[in-house]
């Protein structure tokens, strides 16, 4: 009987490690949406199942972070579209981030990471947080050494990467899994694809006005609703963030910011790089009254002079990008 019984938990414990992927569906996206583009991956990673569960596993492993107190997914919550609720997260130490946590979806298509562009890819972004003194505190090597002392770890970085866990390890399974966060399923992707009932005539109203009078597709243009340009959409007179220029450090980027996503946004409020901007009626507010004219801000954002009738039709359009499937569970 012992002996069956060990014979069992090994056939189990084999048999799970031999099924490629245990990750509930809504949690990944192996495939291209057909009205999306397809994604560029970097040769030195392709996606595959094990590496894509691999990176969940350290998505969300507090020993990323020095008191073991935070991980990835503390400031990334998956029901919010994997965006924070506040308009600071709290770190390892009790202190507020210096931004609001962006939600994390269709990252695999953008040029470069971070409000301003800091990152170039994702594989460089994921040492950013480990790294940072407010988020995590730690040391990529540090990270390798403890989770090399646990063999879950061991065993699958052996299997996906043929190595113990090293920074290439961490940073490449991370990324992987964030490559797989896509999001795709709302009612207007429906629409897109050709059914013309996933939309309700306000709706409809609501993405013409977006597209014409409110003027929005100047920046929140494509399948992702941003062209990844760096804008300054006037939400301030004066900014406590340097945004873009932080980085080139030139005048002329004085904050701006990259220009967000419009999808799930019924998951990411508070909304801006700052979350002072607490609904979406807030926002649409903010852009109908043409902004606080900051001096870098784009000639795109000016007086709208919507009625209310349009505001409504405006956000009933905002709420149809939710992708409700992404964000469930
Ligand atoms: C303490 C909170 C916190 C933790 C922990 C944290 N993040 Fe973030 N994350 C943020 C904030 C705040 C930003 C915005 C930073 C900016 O734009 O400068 C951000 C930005 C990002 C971005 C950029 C998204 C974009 O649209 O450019 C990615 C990707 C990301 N985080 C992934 C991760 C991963 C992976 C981890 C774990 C290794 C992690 N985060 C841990 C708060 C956190
Ligand atoms: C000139 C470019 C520009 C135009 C035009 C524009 N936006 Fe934006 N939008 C941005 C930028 C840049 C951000 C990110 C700002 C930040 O991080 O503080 C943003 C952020 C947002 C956000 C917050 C997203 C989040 O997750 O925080 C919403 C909602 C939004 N815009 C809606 C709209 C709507 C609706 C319109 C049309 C009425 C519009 N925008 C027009 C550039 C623009």
Redesign the pocket.
Known sequence: MKKLVYILLIWTGVSSCRKDFDLPSYQYRLDTPAHFPEMELPEDNPITPAKIKLGKL??EDVR??KNES???A???FSQNAFS?TVA?????YGQN??????P?FN?GY?P?????G??PT?EI??IA??HNE???DMNILEVCDILNTDGDYTRLSQEVFNTEVTPFVVSRS?ATY?RTLVSANSRYDRFIEGDESALTSIEKEGLSIFEGKANCVACHSGFDFTNYSFQNNGIHLSYGDLGRRLITGLPEDDAKF?VASLRNLSFTGPYM?DGSLVSLEEVIEHYNSGGMNHTNQSDDVYPLNLTENEKQALLAFLLSLNDDNFVSK
């Not at 981030?97 to 962006?102: C, E, M």
């Open positions: 350290l998505f990323l972070s935070v991980s990835c503390s400031c990334h924070d600071f997260s709290v770190g390892l981030t210096l931004r609001n946590s962006p994390l990252l953008h470069y990471y971070f409000k301003d800091g990152a994702l972004q994921v947080p480990i407010i988020e995590m991370i964030l990259k790089f």
